[in-house]
């Protein structure tokens, strides 16, 4: 495992027990490093990336619901709300990271650690943040 898909690993655990206990981020932290060992530079990026996602959760969590129609976030499984949580940060504030190695990722950890149906659900999400967040608006009128 490559050490960007490690880090996205642990900031996606660390992301669903902030879920599951609201208890701050370097609290989490300091416990789940104590069970968990990998390079500083991979932890360094796991705990960027969780803390980008908790700083960004507000407009993440808007982005969420506008894209996953008929879902409302508390009724996602804490799993695919960690794993969107975590995608949409980086779709939105990492544009260098091309949004299909974004999106590949994240159904990754979807079929690893999610249900049968994970896996689509976050792949359709995604995209459409993906939509909004990455293409050029379309004019109406056609040049």
């Not at 689509?120 to 009128?141: M, Q, T, W, Y």
């Amino acid at each position: 495992m490559g050490r960007r898909t490690k880090a996205r690993e642990c900031a996606f655990q660390m992301l669903y027990q902030w879920d599951a206990t609201a208890e701050p981020l370097e609290h989490l932290a300091l416990g789940f490093w104590r069970v968990r060992s990998t390079t500083p530079e991979t932890q360094a990026r796991a705990e960027a990336l969780a803390r980008g996602t908790i700083a960004h959760s507000e407009r993440i969590d808007a982005l969420l619901v506008a894209a996953a129609r008929n879902w409302r976030l508390d009724r996602m499984a804490a799993v695919d709300r960690s794993i969107l949580r975590l995608g949409s940060y980086e779709l939105l504030a990492e544009p260098q990271t091309p949004a299909a190695v974004v999106i590949d990722e994240a159904i990754e950890l979807a079929k690893r650690f999610g249900e049968a149906d994970s896996a689509g659900f976050v792949n359709g999400v995604l995209d459409a943040i993906k939509r909004k967040l990455r293409e050029p608006a379309r004019s109406d009128e056609q040049a």
